[in-house]
C-alpha cells in the first residue's frame, strides 16, 4: 500500500493566492524529504530537500521566498506556493527517504499534486 | 545537454514481447542507477536498484549498467499489459538516495 500521501491530490486556484501542498510518510519515520516539480513531458526535477527540524536547501534557480518548505515533524512536510502564478501550475511531488523493514531502502514518492494557478 | 537522456516514446508492444528501455546520461559521477515506474495518477515506485556497472535480475525485470558507456537499460521479458506505465531511470552520485536526477520516462503500452 501507499506509504507517503500528499494532500490535496489537485487545486486550482486564482492568481496571487497562496498554496499549501502536504506531505505525510504513514509507515515510517523519514528524516529527509524532498519536493519535486514536473511539468508536461519533462523529467522530475528536485526543487529543495527537507530535513526535519532544520531548514530546507533548494537547488540553483528555484526561489526559497516563493517555495516556502516546512518539515516539523518526522511524518509531515508543507510545501506553501507563495503568490502562486499561473507559470507555477505544475505537478508537484514529494518523496520521503526511508528503510521499511523488508523494503529496499530508497525514496518513496507520494501520488503528487495537480496544481493549476488561473 | 541534459544530464539524463530518456526517449519518451510511447513504446508500444504486444503482450509476450520482451521490452528494452534505456537512459543515457553525461554525468561520470553518477554510481547509483535505479528505475522507478510509475501509473497514472500515482506515485513512482522503485523497481530495480543497481550500484555501479553491472546486471542484476528480479523476475521478469534485468537491470544493465554499462559505466563506460554511460548508458543503462532496463529489459522486461514476457510483458503484460499491466506493465503499461511510464518507466523512469534515476541516477545519484551519492549514496542513501540522494539528490535523484530523473529521466523524462519512457511511456510503455502493452496490448492484450
Known amino acids: 500500500g501507499a506509504v507517503v500521501s500528499q494532500h490535496p491530490s489537485w487545486v486550482i486556484c486564482k492568481s496571487g493566492t497562496s498554496v499549501k501542498i502536504e506531505c505525510r510518510s504513514l509507515d515510517f519515520q523519514a528524516t529527509t524529504m524532498f519536493w519535486y516539480r514536473q511539468f508536461p513531458k519533462q523529467s522530475l526535477m528536485l526543487m529543495a530537500t527537507?530535513?526535519?527540524?532544520?531548514?530546507?536547501?533548494?537547488e540553483q534557480g528555484v526561489e526559497k521566498d516563493k517555495f516556502l518548505i516546512n518539515h516539523a515533524s518526522l511524518t509531515l512536510s508543507t510545501l506553501t506556493v507563495t503568490s502562486a502564478h499561473p507559470e507555477d501550475s505544475s505537478f508537484y511531488i514529494c518523496?520521503?527517504?526511508?528503510?521499511?523493514?523488508?523494503?529496499?531502502?530508497?525514496?518513496?514518492f507520494g501520488p503528487g499534486t495537480r496544481l493549476l494557478v488561473l | 545537454q541534459k544530464e539524463v537522456e530518456q526517449d519518451p516514446g510511447p513504446l508500444s508492444v504486444p503482450e509476450g514481447a520482451i521490452v528494452s528501455l534505456n537512459c543515457t546520461y553525461s554525468n561520470s559521477a553518477f554510481q547509483y542507477f535505479m528505475w522507478y515506474r510509475q501509473y497514472s495518477r500515482k506515485g513512482p515506485e522503485l523497481l530495480m536498484y543497481?550500484?555501479?556497472?553491472g546486471n542484476k535480475e528480479d523476475g521478469r525485470f534485468t537491470a544493465q549498467v554499462d559505466k563506460s558507456s554511460k548508458y543503462i537499460s532496463l529489459f522486461i521479458r514476457d510483458s503484460q499489459p499491466s506493465d503499461s506505465a511510464t518507466y523512469l531511470c534515476a541516477m545519484s552520485a551519492s549514496t542513501g538516495f540522494q539528490k535523484l536526477v530523473f529521466g523524462t520516462g519512457t511511456r510503455l503500452l502493452v496490448s492484450p
Open positions: 518523496s520521503a527517504r526511508g528503510l521499511i523493514v523488508g523494503r529496499q531502502e530508497t525514496q518513496y
Open positions: 527537507s530535513n526535519e527540524g532544520s531548514k530546507a536547501t533548494y
Open positions: 543497481t550500484y555501479s556497472s
